[in-house]
């Protein structure tokens, strides 16, 4: 049961302070909820710290209240690209490699920072930090700027004494990976634009031309009956016609329902499974969060992080729910004197190669080096994979396109020519 408290606070009653209610945590790691007046979020924040409170969330009473980050930055933080995320973790490990301090170091990245968030952010780390937070926990705090990943490796780093390199190695990862998105948006602007086109025109099509034709094949059809290709086509408009507005606004409810299902962690196991199941996408999917995993335990293991450790840290950067709980039961199978390779072999998601591979590096004694050769041959192997998707992306659209289009205009013209043939 949560313990409830109420801070004392002077209230003038000329000029009454906003209340503010919140959910933190005491020095002995209970849940404390209250309430509290305040000029402002900050200033209520810096209250519940005075009284050795570790805020959570507050919010206006009587409102919906947002994290205590919201509230800092005014309302919801906005996403900062994975490439200036990159690049300061990157000068933050050339910084930390020089010998700047690390509050030093976050002084000059905040100072640089070109991007609003980005510099809010990094001044809101600093002061965590100086405050005695350590880093990992208070890059944890920013979760929209930050991912599971990154914060995984930095507490990897902060434990293990090698925070430069963890901060390097992050930051390549998340360069490479903003260049593979950079890569498919290039190659799917076309394909993505052709889809929409092609829609746009089908639907006018369908709702707005076909109805001319209805009395035409309204005769044709007392005369002699029409394909069934024609009236499926009036079938289609006349229900695009009475209920198109309905059945858009049903599928954007439908839509704004999955995004928020697939946010609970539920929705997350479930749609990580059906990735994983995808004919095409779903191999290249298994391909990348294989080399995710094996390279963060590498990486792990080079710089002496033990493997129980290591297996508990890569599952929570593994980015997929699947491959997190095979990892994590791998983890209670070493802890049991079992041997990696083989509860991850059970598992089902590793490819035997890799396997094999995994098995042999554990008897010579040399993993991490064997998992961080898999890892650069694996995402080789699915950016090649990747790549001729992509290519098959454009003529597969413009087919389907095409499809839609030849099916509307065969509906419309073959009662012509069958009447035509009657004629004859």
């Excluded at 690390?102 to 100086?130: E, F, N, Y």
């Amino acid at each position: 049961m949560p313990k409830y408290s109420v801070l004392p606070v002077l209230i003038d009653k000329r000029n009454p302070m906003p209340e503010f209610v919140y959910t933190a945590k005491n020095a002995q790691g209970q849940q404390v909820q209250g309430s509290i007046t305040a000029a402002g979020t900050r200033e209520a924040i810096a209250a519940l710290s005075q009284q050795a409170l570790f805020p959570m969330r507050v919010e206006a009473a009587g409102k919906k209240g947002a994290s205590v980050l919201e509230g800092l930055l005014g309302g919801r933080m906005p996403r900062v690209k994975s490439e200036l995320v990159a690049n300061a973790l990157s000068q933050l490990a050339d910084l930390l490699a020089s010998g700047v301090p690390l509050l030093d170091g976050m002084d000059i990245l905040a100072s640089q920072a070109t991007h609003p968030t980005l510099q809010k952010v990094l001044t809101q780390i600093r002061d965590d930090v100086a405050d005695g937070t350590s880093l990992d926990e208070a890059l944890a705090r920013h979760p929209r700027v930050f991912p599971d990943l990154i914060i995984s490796i930095v507490r990897a780093g902060s434990a293990g004494a090698f925070l430069e390199d963890a901060l390097a190695r992050t930051a390549d990862f998340l360069g490479m990976q903003e260049e593979m998105k950079s890569r498919v948006k290039g190659a799917m602007a076309y394909p993505v634009f052709l889809a929409i086109m092609g829609t746009c025109v089908t639907v006018a099509l369908v709702v707005f031309f076909v109805p001319k034709f209805a009395p035409l094949f309204t005769k044709l059809e007392e005369a002699g009956g029409l394909p069934w290709t024609t009236i499926a086509l009036l079938w289609l408009s006349d229900v695009l016609w009475k209920y198109g507005i309905f059945l858009a606004i049903g599928l954007f409810a439908l839509i704004a329902w999955g995004r928020r299902w697939m946010g609970t962690p539920r929705g997350q196991e479930v749609m990580d499974d059906v990735r994983l199941r995808l004919p095409l996408m779903g191999p290249i999917i298994r391909g990348f969060a294989v080399s995710r995993c094996c390279r963060v335990l590498g990486t792990l293991l080079r710089n002496g992080v033990p493997l129980l450790k290591s297996l508990a840290i890569s599952a929570d950067a593994a980015g997929n729910k699947i491959f997190s709980a095979a990892i994590r039961s791998a983890a209670s199978n070493v802890s049991s004197g079992e041997t990696l390779s083989e509860p991850l072999a059970a598992s089902g998601l590793f490819p035997p190669e890799i396997m094999a591979m995994v098995r042999v590096a554990e008897q010579s004694n040399n993993l991490d080096v064997v998992l961080l050769q898999i890892a650069d041959r694996t995402e080789r192997r699915n950016v090649q994979k990747l790549d001729i998707l992509v290519r098959l992306v454009e003529p597969a659209l413009l087919l389907l396109m095409g499809s839609a289009m030849l099916f509307v205009i065969v509906a419309l013209l073959l009662p012509v020519f069958d009447m035509g043939s009657a004629v004859g």
